[in-house]
């Protein structure tokens, strides 16, 4: 599968932006989804992953209650919500997928990566 992500651009503090990752093949549904961020000097680390019938979701601590993950299978896009920005959300967004049916948050999980959307938060 083949991934693309959009979305990233400026935003101000208390801002909002959706990202979007849109999947290429027709096994879209099959594939457990992530996004992960890597902020400049940092480590590549977990946001979001949600399960294939889009029931099962699991936010990262640090984005909890500000973003929200969703997939339309019809659409084969998945999308990260992200209210209430912060400057530390500052980062290059990727999305993920993982050819297994159970979510995960650990990087080796996951199959095939998109080429990343950078974010800029201004204070």
């Known amino acids: 599968v083949q991934l693309q992500a959009s979305g990233g651009g400026l935003a101000q503090a208390g801002s909002s932006l959706r990202l979007s990752c849109a999947a290429s093949g027709r096994t879209f549904s099959t594939y457990v989804m992530g996004w992960f961020r890597q902020a400049p000097g940092k480590e590549r680390e977990f946001v979001a992953t949600i399960s294939q019938s889009n029931n099962n979701t699991y936010h990262a601590d640090s984005v909890k209650g500000r973003f929200a993950i969703s997939r339309d299978n019809a659409k084969n896009t998945v999308f990260l919500q992200m209210n209430n920005l912060k400057p530390e959300d500052t980062a290059v967004y990727y999305c993920?997928?993982?050819?297994?049916?159970?979510?995960?948050?650990?990087?080796?999980?996951?199959?095939?990566w998109g080429q990343g959307t950078l974010v800029t938060v201004s204070s």
């Open positions: 993920a997928a993982r050819s297994a049916a159970v979510p995960a948050i650990y990087q080796a999980a996951y199959d095939y």
